[in-house]
């Protein structure tokens, strides 16, 4: 059974650059694909980052420029370093891993980020 647990939220400051971390249990392979998501009090769940098994990268709007999302295949872990963060990048982040051809797709519980002085 695979498990993903996310780490590294809390309450930050504006300007803060806090890196959250994912790490799977489980039988998950390098071939699968990971992303990080987030929603808000009354918004909808959206993309922040994803990246492919090849290593690929694509990013929300409103992130680029400002949040890199890595991965350590060894590790099972998938990494977003968030910098120059926003009051408005509050809200709770979840992990996602994915393989679309054998459609497996595994979230995590999430972690909470406020962004508040």
């Known amino acids: 059974q695979v498990q993903l647990v996310e780490s590294g939220g809390g309450s930050v400051q504006p300007g803060g650059s806090p890196r959250l971390s994912c790490a799977a249990s489980g039988s998950i392979s390098s071939s699968y694909g990971m992303g990080w998501y987030r929603q808000a009090p009354g918004n909808q769940r959206e993309l922040v980052a994803g990246i492919t098994s090849g290593g690929s990268t694509n990013y929300g709007d409103s992130v680029k420029g400002r949040f890199t999302i890595s991965r350590d295949n060894a590790k099972k872990t998938v990494y977003l370093q968030m910098n120059s963060l926003k009051p408005e990048d509050t809200a709770v982040y979840y992990c996602?891993?994915?393989?679309?051809?054998?459609?497996?797709?595994?979230w995590g519980k999430g972690t909470l980020v406020t962004v508040s002085s």
């Open positions: 996602n891993f994915h393989r679309a051809l054998s459609g497996m797709n595994y």
